[in-house]
C-alpha cells in the first residue's frame, strides 16, 4: 500500500498509524525516520530479493511516484547496499 497524504482519507491514515506508532514507541524512534515536526522523511524500500528485474521495477515506480508528484524533494541512494553480507535474499 502507498500512503501519499494528498488523500483526505489517506492523511487521516497516516494519521492514525503515526499516533499509534508513537505512542507504542521510546522518545527518538522516529530520529532516523523523520525530523522533530514531520516535514522530511526518509522513505525505506524493501525488495523481496535483489533481481535487477526487481531493482528496475522499483526504479521505474519511484520516477512513476516523483514525476507525479512534483511538489515534492527527493534525494536517492543505493539498491542493496544493505543487504548482510554472505546473504542470497
Known sequence: ???????????????????????????????????WNFTQANIIVLFKDHKAD??????????EFIQNHPSKAFASGSAGSDRPHGSDQ
Not at 500512503?3 to 532516523?32: C, H, K, T, W
Open 54 to 63: 526487481t531493482i528496475s521495477e522499483g526504479i521505474h515506480a519511484s520516477k
Open 1 to 35: 500500500m502507498i500512503l501519499v497524504g494528498d488523500d483526505p482519507d489517506q492523511a487521516a491514515e497516516i494519521g492514525s498509524i503515526m499516533y499509534m506508532y508513537m505512542n507504542g514507541g521510546e522518545p527518538g524512534d522516529f530520529d532516523r525516520l523523520v525530523n
